[in-house]
């Protein structure tokens, strides 16, 4: 028998959903990490929640996290390496053709793994929402997906506990 599927969410859902079109966000949100940590104890069957590194986690607060986590009974179900919302990763992070690029997106996923498993969190996510071209011709496709693919590859082998998504 199957055991119990889980509910997760990311825990920005519960912030003022910023977002490119407006940065200012909707409105209706938590602005700190309780309050929406405390929003969303009222999903109801939540279980989990998923927290953006260097955003919510980083080196000086692990144990904070943990408890804030804790003491609401959610789990920190995966760390998300922030690879999107800094100007240098405007032209990818793992599969950028700059080479100090990817070392400093290799430098981030690792970090988000240390972090993840100091929050007791078994998983890592891997979003390279910037790492694409809009036109073909743009980049040099078949580098790409080897750098793509020898990050992840590189990440993955950084530590055996946190599993890379």
């Known amino acids: 028998m199957l ?4 509910l997760g969410a990311c825990l920005p859902t ?3 959903c910023a977002d490119r079109y407006c940065l200012s966000g909707y409105g209706g949100g938590g602005t700190t990490m ?7 104890t009222q999903v109801e069957e939540l279980d989990g929640l998923e927290i953006v590194g260097n955003w919510h986690v980083n080196d000086d607060n692990i144990d904070h996290v943990k408890k804030l986590f804790a003491d609401r009974k959610l789990e920190i179900c995966m760390v998300v390496p922030d690879l ?4 240098k990763w405007g ?5 950028s053709a700059d080479p100090n690029i990817r070392k400093a997106a290799l430098a981030e996923v690792k970090k988000s793994m240390d972090w993840a498993a100091g929050v007791g969190c078994k998983y890592v996510d891997v979003w ?15 580098d790409a997906w080897k750098w793509l693919k020898d990050g992840i590859e590189e990440c993955a082998a950084h530590r055996l506990d946190v599993k890379v998504l």
């Open 34 to 40: 309780e309050e929406m940590l405390d929003l969303a």
């Open 128 to 142: 390279p929402g910037q790492d694409g071209y809009d036109y073909p011709l743009q980049a040099n496709f078949t």
């Open 91 to 95: 032209k990818g992070s793992l599969a």
């Open 3 to 6: 055991g119990k599927n889980k």
């Open 14 to 16: 519960f912030g003022s």
């Open 84 to 87: 999107w919302t800094q100007a």
